[in-house]
């Protein structure tokens, strides 16, 4: 099994049936000021499965516990060319100071297991700009 996951502002389809990820966080998250409640999305895809219909859980957790979400739902894979893609959005990420969020994915009754991270630090305001 290959899973990418990435953080992002937001997912959004186009009537091709591509998805466009906004804002990508390739390194860290940086709040400038705290606390903050910061709306991000996950975009992730799963490949080399094989056919599958099996319930999937998603756990978002930040290290020092202040984001601690829970998705459910249902993953559907026709066959084993097809990567399947799980996408969701806006979700609050509460900043109260530097900590790290971690995604985790479990499939069926399987372990599960941490697929992305995200470093998140609390900066002041750039000189010139208020909040």
């Known amino acids: 099994m290959r899973i990418d996951a990435v953080f992002c502002d937001d997912v959004r389809p186009e009537a091709s049936g591509k998805q466009i990820l906004i804002g990508v ?11 903050a409640t910061i709306p ?7 490949s080399e499965l094989g056919p599958m219909d099996k319930k999937f859980a998603i756990k978002l ?6 984001t ?3 998705l459910n739902g249902d993953i559907h894979l026709q ?4 990567p399947g893609v799980i996408a969701f959005g806006g ?10 969020l971690r995604a985790f994915l479990s499939i069926g009754d ?15 305001f750039p000189s010139g700009i208020t909040e």
């Open 40 to 46: 991000l999305s996950l975009w992730i895809r799963l």
């Open 110 to 124: 399987d372990e599960p297991l941490e697929i992305a991270t995200l470093p998140i630090k609390v900066a002041p």
């Open 25 to 35: 966080y390739p390194n860290d998250l940086v709040s400038y000021g705290s606390p």
């Open 79 to 82: 066959d084993a060319d097809t």
């Open 68 to 70: 601690d979400l829970d």
């Open 91 to 100: 979700f609050p990420v509460n900043v109260i100071s530097p900590t790290t």
């Open 61 to 66: 957790k930040s290290d020092d516990g202040q």
